[in-house]
């Protein structure tokens, strides 16, 4: 997966956890600097530790504006987590057009596992991210969602080379997507020689061509 910075067009994010992005230009930036003062902040701190009232102190924007555009800390984080979500669709969905047949499928998810990887190294902010949707039920809603968008992109990518039932691919997918994830981030915990040794064992794991039966 290449790196790429995070899309700029929030708003898609579920209503109970997020509003909607301004439109009109002062409101905008007024916006994405609340967005990148949080990225500094969660890195800094940490999701526990980060507050609303960090962003105030550090930017100058008042209690009130800031609440227009962000009802409270999980509206901020799920914004972010949004955006790093759909720059992993982006680089997923490309990674997956090169399966042409059964035996593309491995080369296919292994990029995957280190694209991610990658990611997570060259945005430390997503660490923060990851640890912030643990122990929030908003958050762990929106990484559902993300984790079934992913799993549909990879059945669609699987489905004319599978002779199996709808419901054994729909499992095989997601069974796969959650053991990258899980190997992604056990992966980040560690130093890079050991992370990439552990992510060289995991891909020799995984799947070497589409089931067929």
Known sequence: MARGKPAQAPGSITASVARRAPTQKRSRERFEAILACAEELLV???????????????TGIPFGSLYQYFPDRTA??????????AVGHECVARELEAIR?????????SRITDGFFRMYRREPVMVALW????ADPGLQALDREDCEHLARLLEEAMRPHYQGTAVELDR?????????????????TLDDRDARGTLSQFKAMLPRRVPVD
């Open 76 to 85: 901020v984080i799920a914004t972010l987590a949004e955006r790093y979500n």
């Open 172 to 188: 095989f997918a997601r069974l796969v997507l959650t053991l990258i994830g899980a190997a992604v981030r056990h992966a980040i």
């Open 44 to 58: 800094e701190k940490g999701s526990d530790a980060f507050r609303m009232s960090d962003i105030v102190e550090r």
């Open 101 to 109: 047949g059964p035996r593309d499928l491995h080369p296919a998810l």
């Open 131 to 134: 640890d912030a949707t643990r």
